[in-house]
């Protein structure tokens, strides 16, 4: 009689020759294409940061060093497993309501918004932390469910993310709110949400409307909201940044006037140069060419990052890395809109580029949840 160890097959062992090797790339999980174009606009978005600033270097220096730490915060987020964000996904996102409700009672106010918490002489803003815990609950939620979501998933999901975006509302924080928001919607329509809710989500807000012009939106927030249709009512008041901005914009033409040659940043007439209106600076000087270069940039990273997410092993992965690249279109779309006179002016920074600091640590470390998606192995 056969023994059962018998019939047990084995694969035999592959030998050294026919192993495909492993780069150093995948040993570290780094996406060199991506990694490319993070450090790509990044190198750019110093270069402009440098004129757009009135040429000081503390500006620089201080971005470099954000960079620097946002680097490693990218290496970090890289290594760590899936199953790792999966377990902590509603630990991070209780943390980070958490912390917005310390900034009700103990948060440091500035021109006006009360926004940021400060620990030891450091200061950092609490709602950067909500990008990435609210697509990592929302992903670790639904890819625990049947997907598509049913009216019972999808209402917890919109109470997951309605918590965070109303703290941050109240602070007011009305562009990172937005963003906040679309983090965790994404990551629900990615999967698969069925239309009928959507149309049903489009009605709703149509509804809204009213109530939430009346009763939610600050006076200076329905101010901006009315200089979008006629930015020239007030010239030299809420008008001002959107008419410097586009004259800044239009005066560029095709190759600009050149680096630090323009007049409306280095004069200047446009206000907050060297954070949201930054490209405002990069038009001027370089022209329709320099803001095409950049946009190429973006592109890259965008499509690299979709590339990434649609190849994910799992669906948690997926949901995930989706939801991280499409919130950093919606960074871009929002600045760029806002900057042109298309969107009102909501304080959304131009990702990378822009003047920060928990914002660019933060990005950077979606980019390395990114890359520990794309570098699992099948």
């Not at 926004?115 to 992903?139: D, I, N, T, Y």
């Not at 069925?194 to 939610?216: C, D, E, K, M, T």
């Not at 008008?239 to 680096?259: C, P």
């Not at 890395?321 to 304080?347: D, E, H, K, R």
């Amino acid at each position: 009689m056969s023994r059962a160890g018998d019939f047990k097959r084995r694969m035999p062992e592959a030998s050294s020759h026919l192993r495909r090797p492993v780069s150093l790339s995948q040993r570290l999980h780094m996406d060199l294409p991506l990694l490319l174009g993070l450090f790509l606009v990044t190198a750019y978005g110093l270069f402009v940061l440098y004129s757009a600033s009135g040429q000081d270097w503390h500006y620089v220096k201080r971005q470099a060093i954000f960079f620097c730490i946002a680097y490693g915060a990218m290496f970090v987020a890289a290594q760590i497993r899936l199953n790792t964000y999966r377990y902590w996904a509603p630990w991070f996102y209780a943390m980070g309501v958490g912390l917005l409700v310390l900034v009700i009672f103990f948060g440091v106010g500035a021109k006006g918004a009360q926004r940021w918490l400060s620990l030891g002489g450091f200061r950092f803003q609490p709602a950067e932390v909500l990008k990435l815990a609210m697509p990592l609950m929302v992903a670790a939620y639904l890819s625990q469910r049947i997907l598509p979501p049913n009216f019972k998933h999808v209402f917890v999901t919109l109470v997951l993310v309605s918590i965070p975006t109303l703290l941050i509302m109240k602070q007011p924080d009305l562009g990172t709110s937005i963003l906040v928001a679309t983090s965790g919607l994404l990551a629900l329509f990615f999967a698969g949400l069925r239309w009928r809710y959507i149309f049903g989500a489009v009605g709703l807000l149509l509804a809204s409307v009213w109530p939430i012009w009346n009763f939610v939106l600050h006076t200076y927030q329905q101010q901006r909201i009315l200089t979008l249709f006629n930015p020239e009512a007030d010239k030299l008041g809420s008008g001002w940044n959107i008419i410097q901005s586009k004259t800044a914009i239009g005066s560029g033409g095709l190759e600009g006037k050149g680096w630090l040659n323009g007049t409306q940043s280095q004069l200047n007439f446009l206000p907050e140069s060297h954070t949201d209106f930054i490209i405002a600076v990069l038009a001027e000087e370089h022209g329709l060419l320099g803001v095409l270069y950049l946009f190429a940039i973006y592109a890259l990273i965008i499509g690299r990052g979709l590339w990434l997410a649609f190849n994910a092993q799992d669906t948690f992965g997926r949901l995930l890395a989706g939801s991280i690249v499409f919130t950093f279109f919606i960074y871009v779309f929002v600045n760029v809109g806002m900057v042109s006179g298309l969107l009102p002016v909501v304080g959304v920074p131009l990702p990378l580029v822009s003047h920060g600091g928990t914002s660019i640590v933060t990005l950077m470390a979606g980019f390395g949840i990114v890359m520990a998606i794309g570098t699992k192995k099948k």
